[in-house]
């Protein structure tokens, strides 16, 4: 019954690689979200897709590209990892309401601990 | 400087005791306030919303804004050892369909037993 699924949990590679994250929500929602988190506890958003259409785009290196191949799913494929790259990772969903007037509540996965070695 | 300072602690206060967390922000579009808490090694859960000036109240809970001066604050009365965990705030300009929640930095709470 998880409503944000993320995999792998935990994810350790070398420099240089290319690595993927996926993620899933079973919540109906129709945005879904990319959040960094780093070492300092600091969570910054990346990205986020509403209905497959990408809205947010952080100033993100190219090397981050995140994929949503139907509105349950969000996945974030990184080229050339970089030592920096470090982080955990979060996907969040959402589902905006048509009063606009309501906060709507991002309900976050739990998340994939990134190391680049 | 940041959007949304929040002081990281740590902060250990004794069971029992109220707990006060704050957050101050520069930009006054904000208009929705959170408080997120987040256990060891999970996500972030929200714990409260508010979008107007003044206090709204939860069960042991407290979330008071202050918009005049850019400034949130959550209280937490009887504070309990399952309260240890690292609360940040967030806020959120909120425009339709685009919702880039702002976070602070998270300020990491222990309860001592």
């Known amino acids: 019954d998880t409503a944000v699924s993320q995999t792998p949990k935990y994810l350790v590679t070398q420099m240089g690689n290319d690595k993927s994250i996926k993620c899933e929500q079973n919540l109906g929602h129709d945005t879904m979200y990319w959040y960094k988190q780093d070492s300092k506890k600091f969570l910054k958003i990346m990205f986020s897709?509403?209905?497959?259409?990408?809205?947010i785009n952080e100033t993100v290196p190219n090397r981050f590209s995140p994929k949503s191949p139907d509105k349950a799913h969000l996945n974030l494929h990184i080229n050339s990892l970089e030592l920096g790259d470090s982080a955990v990772y979060f996907c969040a969903s959402s589902q905006v309401l048509a009063s606009g007037e309501t906060y709507n509540e991002q309900f976050f996965g739990p998340g994939t601990r990134l190391t680049v070695l | 400087q940041k959007e949304v300072e929040q002081d990281p602690g740590p902060l250990s206060v004794p069971e029992g005791a109220i707990v006060s967390l704050n957050c101050t922000y520069s930009?006054?579009?904000?208009?929705?306030f959170m408080w997120y808490r987040q256990y060891s090694r999970k996500g972030p859960e929200l714990l409260m919303y508010t979008y107007s000036s003044g206090n709204k109240e939860d069960g042991r809970f407290t979330a008071q804004v202050d918009k005049s001066s850019k400034y949130i604050s959550l209280f937490i009365r009887d504070s309990q050892p399952s309260d240890s965990a690292t609360y940040l705030c967030?806020?959120?300009?909120?425009?339709?369909?685009?919702?880039?929640?702002?976070f602070g930095t998270g300020t990491r709470l222990t309860i001592i037993p």
């Open positions: 967030a806020l959120i300009i909120s425009n339709f369909g685009n919702e880039k929640l702002t």
């Open positions: 930009n006054s579009a904000f208009q929705y």
């Open positions: 897709y509403n209905n497959k259409e990408l809205i």
